[in-house]
C-alpha cells in the first residue's frame, strides 16, 4: 500500500496494469477482497508457493541482505566483517542517513526509519517526533538499543487498532529521555557519536488516519486460509483495512494476486 501524508492519510495500491486507485473511495462502501491463490515474490516477481517475510519467495529470503537478520536488528550490522550479503545494496540503504523517533500509539516507543513519515502510517501512530539524526543504520541501532531500556520498542496492534493511544507528552518525553540516556549515550567512541547529531527542535508530526469507527473486537481475517473476506469498510490505519467484519493486514499478504470490489 502506498501511503500520502494528507489529513487523513491516502492509501493507494497499485492495479494489474500499474495503475494507482484509492482504497479511501471504499470506506463506508461494501468491500471484498479475493485471493486467486497465485503468489508473485515482491523481490524477483517469480510465481511462488508460500511467501516469506511478507513477500518473498524462499530463495531470496536466502540471498537477498534486504531479508538478512541485521534488518530486524541493525546493531547487528556485519558489513565492516566483510560478510554483507549485498555489500552494494546495504550502501544505498543501510549507509544513509536515519532518523531515530519517538511514536505514539498503543504505547510510546522508540524506532528507526529512512522513510518519514511513511513508517510512522505504517505503525498506525497518530503522532511521531524525530529525536536523532544519525548516519547509518548501524547507529540508529545502537542509539535504539539505548533507548529501549527506557522506552517500549512495538506497537501492541490490537490496541492500536481499537484507537486505544498511550498518554504523554513527546517534547517532554524527549527532553526527559534526553537526560536519562546522557550517560549511555556518552560511552560512544568519537567515530559513532560524529555520527549523531540530536534534534532538539523538532515539532510533533501529527497524523490522522481515515476510519469512520473503530472495531471493538478484533478479528484478524487471514488470506491464505480463506481466501474470499468481505464486509462493510470501516476505515484503514496503519497497515490495516477495518471492515464490519473484521480486520485485514495488507502489509502481510504482499504478493498476493486479488481481486478487489467495492460498491
Ligand atoms: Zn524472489
Same mark, same amino acid.
Given at each position: 500500500m502506498h501511503t500520502t501524508h494528507n489529513s487523513p492519510? *491516502?492509501?493507494?495500491?497499485? +492495479?494489474?496494469?500499474?495503475?494507482?486507485? =484509492?482504497?479511501?473511495?471504499? %470506506?463506508?462502501?461494501?468491500?471484498?477482497?479475493?485471493? $486467486?491463490?497465485?503468489?508473485?515474490?515482491?523481490?524477483?516477481?517469480n510465481k511462488t508457493k508460500n511467501s516469506f517475510r511478507q513477500g518473498y519467495c524462499y530463495p531470496c529470503t536466502l540471498k537477498l541482505a534486504q531479508c538478512d537478520i541485521c %534488518? %530486524?536488528?541493525?546493531?547487528?550490522? /556485519?558489513?565492516?566483517?566483510? =560478510?554483507c550479503r549485498e555489500p @552494494?545494496?546495504? &550502501? $544505498? /540503504?543501510c549507509f544513509q542517513d536515519h532518523t !531515530?523517533?519517538?511514536?505514539?500509539?498503543? /504505547?510510546?516507543? !522508540?524506532?528507526? $526509519?529512512?522513510? =518519514?513519515? $511513511?513508517?510512522?502510517? +505504517?505503525?498506525g501512530a497518530v503522532e511521531a517526533l524525530p529525536i536523532y539524526k544519525v548516519k547509518n543504520r548501524l547507529i540508529s541501532g545502537l542509539v535504539e538499543t539505548?533507548?529501549?531500556?527506557?522506552v517500549s520498542d512495538k506497537t501492541d496492534w490490537r490496541k492500536m487498532l481499537k484507537n486505544i493511544t498511550a498518554e504523554g507528552n513527546l517534547i517532554e518525553m524527549r527532553q526527559q529521555l534526553f537526560s536519562e540516556s546522557k550517560t549511555e549515550m556518552s560511552y560512544f567512541s568519537p567515530e559513532i557519536s560524529n555520527g549523531i547529531e540530536q534534534l *532538539? @527542535? @523538532?515539532?510533533?508530526?501529527? %497524523? &490522522?488516519f481515515p476510519v469512520l469507527e473503530y472495531p471493538k473486537k478484533i478479528t484478524s481475517a487471514n488470506l491464505q486460509k480463506k481466501s474470499l473476506f468481505e464486509g462493510q469498510?470501516?476505515?484503514?490505519?496503519?497497515?490495516?483495512?477495518?471492515? +464490519?467484519?473484521? !480486520?485485514?493486514?495488507?502489509?502481510?499478504?504482499?504478493?498476493?494476486e486479488v481481486e478487489i470490489e467495492f460498491s
Open positions: 492519510v *491516502t492509501y493507494q495500491l497499485n +492495479d494489474k496494469s500499474e495503475q494507482a486507485f =484509492t482504497l479511501n473511495d471504499a %470506506i463506508g462502501k461494501n468491500f471484498s477482497i479475493k485471493a $486467486t491463490g497465485n503468489i508473485f515474490c515482491v523481490a524477483c516477481g %534488518i %530486524i536488528k541493525p546493531e547487528q550490522c /556485519h558489513y565492516d566483517q566483510g =560478510t @552494494e545494496w546495504g &550502501e $544505498t /540503504h !531515530v523517533y519517538l511514536a505514539k500509539s498503543s /504505547h510510546i516507543k !522508540v524506532g528507526i $526509519t529512512r522513510a =518519514t513519515p $511513511t513508517r510512522w502510517i +505504517d505503525q539505548i533507548y529501549k531500556n527506557y *532538539t @527542535e @523538532e515539532p510533533v508530526v501529527k %497524523i &490522522e469498510m470501516m476505515g484503514i490505519k496503519g497497515q490495516y483495512v477495518l471492515l +464490519d467484519t473484521g !480486520v485485514l493486514n495488507i502489509r502481510k499478504f504482499a504478493g498476493y
